[in-house]
């Protein structure tokens, strides 16, 4: 089992900065890969980003340049960096987790872009 709980959420003006955490607590030793997605009222959930074990970085094509994910070594935290925000990055952020045949997912934290 993997619990994971975002934090650092909040509302930026345009053209502004911000980082998530996601915390991961549990069978941390099975990760294979953590992920953020994020999902606006009305749109499907979509990919953000990607780091696996082996600490490779996939970034969506479109937050490429802006947008960068990192982690620690034990997968006790992931972050996500996210710079030059415009409105249209308003969305709540999830993080995952693939372990084993099993994804987890965290509550969720609401970032609002103002323009």
């Known amino acids: 089992q993997v619990q994971l709980v975002e934090s650092g959420g909040g509302l930026v003006q345009a053209g502004g900065s911000l980082r998530l955490s996601c915390a991961a607590s549990?069978?941390?030793?099975?990760?294979?890969?953590m992920d953020w997605h994020r999902q606006s009222p009305g749109k499907e959930r979509e990919f953000v980003a990607r780091?696996?074990?082996?600490?490779?970085?996939t970034v969506a094509d479109s937050l490429k340049g802006r947008f960068t994910i990192s982690r620690d070594n034990a997968w006790n935290t992931l972050y996500l960096q996210m710079s030059s925000l415009e409105p249209e990055d308003t969305a709540v952020y999830y993080c995952?987790?693939?372990?084993?045949?099993?994804?987890?997912w965290g509550q969720g934290a609401q970032v609002t872009v103002s323009s």
């Open positions: 995952n987790a693939l372990s084993r045949n099993k994804i987890y």
């Open positions: 549990g069978s941390l030793f099975s990760i294979n890969a």
């Open positions: 780091i696996t074990r082996d600490d490779s970085i």
